[in-house]
């Protein structure tokens, strides 16, 4: 009897289990129904907002493309710029937006860059150029056919016409696995829009996007012979005084610096060098080794610096500002000319403060920008300039500047280190030439260092 009643309540017990167990996964499948609509929604959201966007940039576009007066060319920039913002958030929101839209994404920030530099020019020289508004008008026509074909495909989605696809799915796709047969996905369609995309203008301007920066070749090499991969090899090797064998190709590099890289270990840690293939020059050399508890001090590692930068052929080199970081010190130096900082040719080593060696070294700013320069004579006298600067401020220290604009352009100004009444520190450039207020940077200093921003 007993033995009838104990098998009675295991087949209960057993059956109470798989009820849970069934309801559990039946919960569990709900929570991912439930999960999976709340992607798509996001998803189809995303879409909607990013053709709405669109249609508003391209709105905007075709607006300041018609704006005479400088008060309103500044407006409608700003209303672009924020327009394209709000464009960049929704593509951010894709799952695959850092790799299949790329064409989308580079459109996008370069019309909001645009219309910064626009409303920049337009304080100071008026209204837009008849070039500039033929690029507005342009950049328009793209806009729109963008605007369009996204909204063909937000209407897809809707219709389930298209299918969203989720972060595994796009994740999938992206690494060439199989797609189910017969299946159209928002991404894969995206790829279709990104292999449409309209032509783009060629805007040349004072921009991080400007056609003309695409091309720049480094100043200091100009007219330096080619070397080969062995004889950069050497490079190398003399560069951080040690034996070639020792060093083994890490990669080939494109770009403005073409050249190549070579690693090796030795003294604790891992070095890689880049040399350029103009010349045979060592770009940057970083070593991995990490620095001990700090025996020298943030001035001894400055002059070692120096020295080691000496020693290289880099001369009339001035300290601007340094940080330190887990015992390593990194100093930023520009060059100097007739008295006048140049801050575009700009050089970072980094010294190790528990032996007081050079652990990294980076000369791309120097050998994009370095050369020659004629500088202009200031029209605005310095007594000018300073009254420029807010009268509630102490002028610290004076200097004459060069300073690069966002598009790799350079203006000469006169720099003034001022300081609050609490304290802070801020550098104002004031253009020698036009007396314009050209730019305000914050000093954030402590015991570690100096960060400008």
């Known amino acids: 009897m007993k033995t009838r009643r104990a098998r009675v309540l295991s087949a209960s017990y057993v059956a109470a289990a798989f009820l849970v167990t069934g309801g559990f996964a039946i919960q569990g499948h709900a929570q991912a129904a439930n999960y999976q609509n709340t992607l798509n929604n996001v998803y189809q959201h995303a879409f909607t907002e990013l053709a709405t966007a669109m249609s508003e940039v391209n709105t905007s576009l075709q607006k300041l493309s018609y704006a005479s007066s400088p008060t309103l060319v500044s407006s409608l920039c700003t209303e672009l710029f924020g327009k394209t913002t709000a464009a960049q958030m929704a593509l951010g929101e894709l799952p695959y937006s850092n790799v299949e839209l790329e064409q989308t994404a580079t459109f996008i920030a370069k019309v909001g860059d645009y219309a910064v530099a626009l409303s920049r020019n337009a304080a100071i020289n008026g209204a837009c150029s008849d070039e500039e508004r033929q690029n507005l008008q342009n950049l328009a026509g793209a806009a729109s056919s963008l605007s369009q074909m996204l909204e063909d495909l937000s209407s897809d989605i809707y219709r389930n016409v298209v299918t969203i696809d989720d972060l595994n799915q796009a994740k999938a796709r992206l690494t060439a696995a199989t797609e189910q047969a017969g299946e159209v996905t928002a991404g894969s369609s995206y790829q279709n829009i990104e292999s449409e995309f309209p032509e783009l203008p060629t805007l040349v301007y004072d921009g991080p996007f400007s056609e003309h920066l695409s091309n720049r070749a480094p100043k200091l090499?100009?007219?330096?012979?080619?070397?080969?991969?062995?004889?950069?090899?050497?490079?190398?090797?003399?560069?951080?005084?040690?034996?070639?064998?020792?060093?083994?190709?890490?990669?080939?590099?494109?770009?403005?610096?073409?050249?190549?890289?070579?690693?090796?270990?030795?003294?604790?840690?891992?070095?890689?060098?880049?040399?350029?293939?103009?010349?045979?020059?060592?770009?940057?050399?970083?070593?991995?080794?990490?620095?001990?508890?700090?025996?020298?001090?943030?001035?001894?590692?400055?002059?070692?610096?120096?020295?080691?930068?000496?020693?290289?052929?880099?001369?009339?080199?001035?300290?601007?500002?340094?940080?330190?970081?887990?015992?390593?010190?990194?100093?930023?130096?520009?060059?100097?000319?007739?008295?006048?900082?140049?801050?575009?040719?700009?050089?970072?080593?980094?010294?190790?403060?528990?032996?007081?060696?050079?652990?990294?070294?980076?000369?791309?700013?120097?050998?994009?920008?370095?050369?020659?320069?004629?500088?202009?004579?200031?029209?605005?006298?310095?007594?000018?300039?300073?009254?420029?600067?807010?009268?509630?401020?102490?002028?610290?220290?004076?200097?004459?500047?060069?300073?690069?604009?966002?598009?790799?352009?350079?203006?000469?100004?006169?720099?003034?280190?001022?300081?609050?009444?609490?304290?802070?520190h801020y550098l104002f450039y004031i253009n020698v030439e036009t007396g314009n207020e050209e730019r305000i940077l914050l000093l954030l200093e402590d015991e570690s260092g100096t960060l400008v921003i």
Not at 247 to 276: H, Q, R
Not at 328 to 338: E, G, K, M, S, Y
Not at 382 to 394: F, H, I, M, N, P
């Open 221 to 424: 090499l100009e007219g330096n012979e080619d070397v080969t991969q062995e004889q950069a090899l050497d490079a190398a090797a003399k560069f951080l005084g040690v034996k070639r064998d020792i060093l083994a190709l890490s990669n080939t590099l494109e770009g403005n610096l073409p050249g190549w890289g070579f690693s090796a270990t030795f003294e604790g840690g891992e070095v890689y060098v880049e040399v350029a293939r103009k010349g045979g020059v060592v770009v940057q050399m970083i070593n991995s080794r990490p620095a001990g508890e700090a025996a020298f001090s943030a001035e001894e590692a400055t002059q070692e610096g120096l020295a080691f930068l000496q020693a290289h052929g880099y001369e009339n080199l001035v300290p601007t500002y340094y940080i330190s970081k887990a015992n390593l010190l990194t100093i930023n130096l520009a060059a100097v000319q007739d008295g006048v900082i140049l801050y575009p040719d700009l050089i970072k080593v980094s010294v190790a403060l528990d032996t007081c060696r050079v652990m990294g070294f980076d000369a791309r700013g120097y050998l994009m920008n370095h050369t020659q320069r004629t500088l202009p004579q200031p029209t605005v006298s310095q007594e000018e300039a300073q009254g420029k600067v807010d009268g509630s401020l102490e002028v610290l220290s004076y200097q004459l500047a060069l300073i690069p604009t966002s598009g790799e352009y350079e203006i000469l100004c006169h720099e003034f280190k001022c300081q609050t009444e609490d304290g802070r």
